[in-house]
């Protein structure tokens, strides 16, 4: 018989992946034709490993946009500024909106003026979802943001759909920091803004592929990337490495006996705001009142399958050639020290933080699930969220070293180890800053029981 535990993993084969995410299908909006064709991509390849494999189903809002024009007005001329569109922000009309440009400075309460009526407000950064109220009170007629660091390229955003219903709407864009500097130095005067959004209902899909445990089928780890990006770009450090990283360890665990259960989770609808995981996190949790309430559900023995996941393994942001790991982490101190020894012991360079991370992850620790998130930032990560972030530069070999370190903590805290080594646990306080990250960005927090009345639950 083979010696199957000798199977490596390989920074080529996690390149192809990430090449054919990023370039063959290219950009991956949530609940757009690219995300469903790498959907069914990933589900293929995970069947090919011999993987059970199965896809989550949840709606969306899909976008897209035809026109997105800003202008302003120098020495009796019109000439055209760089901008990006947010997306779900309201239309312009289809001439566009003119106005008197009016520069709020960083968008804080004090610079939210009545003069700002029926004005284009230019703002450093943007306005806070506790300060749009106010600011719409006024009625400006457009909301243009200035990006606050030197970039090359605006970044592509988009609203929650919820926070259009609740803090209201108006046309928004980006444009870059050296733009928007140079037309307040110049003290111009007027703008205008022709865009064209469109949207349409539509679903999402997360892949899901299980290898049951030998031993101990009944605890579940995660691990997970999500395979999404933003409208327009391909998205390839974030997060086709990510998932190309993912999608090799699928291959090199499906093929090695494991006691415990692998769950591979390409998630979706992350760049639009956790809403893959959320829905994950939300089903699980929801499960769990259901299995409760079960008769001869004994709470001191039986464990619902929210509580059966031990562990959450997330890997987003990865592939860049030049970069520094990091990894941020919810748990018990031991989840961090676990980290912390593996990559001294491997001498591979780790930045170990304990607090929530904006990536899937965290939407599992809402639900009680201690979390690793491992993700390799620097230089060229700079361009997330941006046409620039393609896989010019990414390396198999940077794929390579984030994959052996995954690899090498998996089995000696998952798949070799002979009892867990962590209780499901996340402590007090990190519970409090994780339900704070969701409540901060206006979002619900997963898990949590709706409230008696709520629609759609």
């Given amino acids: 018989?083979?010696?199957?535990?000798?199977?490596?993993?390989?920074?080529?084969?996690?390149?192809?992946?990430?090449?054919?995410?990023?370039?063959?299908?290219?950009?991956?909006?949530?609940?757009?034709?690219?995300?469903?064709?790498?959907?069914?991509?990933?589900?293929?390849?995970?069947?090919?490993?011999?993987?059970?494999?199965?896809?989550?189903k949840y709606p969306a809002v899909t976008y897209s946009n035809t026109k997105c024009v800003f202008e302003v007005q120098e020495n009796g001329q019109w000439r055209g500024v760089q901008a990006t569109p947010v997306m779900l922000s309201r239309s312009t009309p289809p001439r566009g909106l003119e106005g008197e440009i009016y520069f709020a400075q960083t968008g804080e309460p004090e610079y939210l003026e009545p003069e700002m009526k029926g004005k284009i407000v230019l703002v450093l950064g943007g306005i806070g979802l506790e300060h749009r109220p106010k600011f719409l009170s006024y009625k400006p007629k457009a909301l243009i943001g200035i990006e606050?660091?030197?970039?090359?390229?605006?970044?592509r955003s988009s609203l929650h759909p919820d926070h259009r219903k609740t803090y209201g709407n108006l046309p928004m864009a980006i444009i870059r920091h050296l733009d928007g500097l140079e037309i307040v130095r110049k003290g111009l005067k007027r703008a205008r803004l022709t865009m064209l959004n469109k949207e349409r209902k539509s679903y999402c899909l997360n892949v899901i592929a299980q290898k049951t445990g030998t031993e101990f089928p009944d605890e579940i780890v995660v691990i997970c990337a999500h395979y999404d990006s933003h409208m327009g770009i391909s998205g390839a450090t974030d997060n086709a490495g990510g998932t190309a990283v993912m999608i090799e360890l699928a291959r090199v665990l499906a093929e090695r006996p494991s006691r415990r259960t692998l769950r591979f989770i390409a998630f979706s609808g992350e760049e639009t705001g956790l809403h893959g995981s959320m829905h994950y996190a939300d089903q699980l949790a929801r499960k769990a009142r259901r299995e409760k309430k079960r008769k001869g559900f004994n709470e001191k023995v039986d464990k619902t399958e929210c509580e059966k996941h031990r562990l959450t393994f997330n890997i987003d942001v990865h592939g860049c050639v030049l970069g520094r790991n990091t990894v941020m982490w919810n748990g018990v101190d031991d989840v961090g020290a676990s980290v912390r020894l593996l990559a001294k012991e491997t001498a591979v360079f780790c930045k170990v933080d304990k607090a929530p991370m904006s990536s899937d992850g965290t939407s599992l620790a809402a639900v009680g699930i201690p979390t690793v998130q491992f993700a390799r930032c620097g230089g060229t990560t700079d361009f997330l969220h941006s046409t620039l972030d393609d896989i010019r530069y990414m390396s198999a070999d940077a794929l390579a070293s984030a994959g052996e370190f995954a690899d090498r903590y998996l089995r000696r805290y998952v798949t070799d180890i002979a009892a867990f080594p962590f209780p499901r646990e996340i402590p007090?306080?990190?519970?409090?800053?994780?339900?704070?990250?969701?409540?901060?960005?206006?979002?619900?927090?997963?898990?949590?029981?709706?409230?008696k009345g709520a629609k759609g639950k």
Avoid at 148 to 155: F, L, M, N, P, W
Avoid at 428 to 449: H, L, M, N, W
Wanted: hydrophobic share 35%.
């Fill in 1 to 56: 018989m083979p010696d199957k535990t000798n199977i490596l993993f390989d920074g080529k084969k996690a390149f192809a992946y990430a090449r054919h995410l990023a370039i063959d299908i290219g950009p991956r909006l949530t609940g757009s034709e690219g995300e469903h064709k790498a959907a069914a991509y990933i589900a293929k390849v995970f069947r090919s490993f011999g993987l059970r494999t199965s896809f989550q």
């Fill in 148 to 155: 606050e660091a030197i970039k090359a390229e605006s970044r």
């Fill in 428 to 451: 007090e306080d990190q519970a409090k800053s994780i339900k704070e990250y969701f409540t901060k960005c206006k979002r619900p927090v997963p898990g949590e029981e709706p409230k």
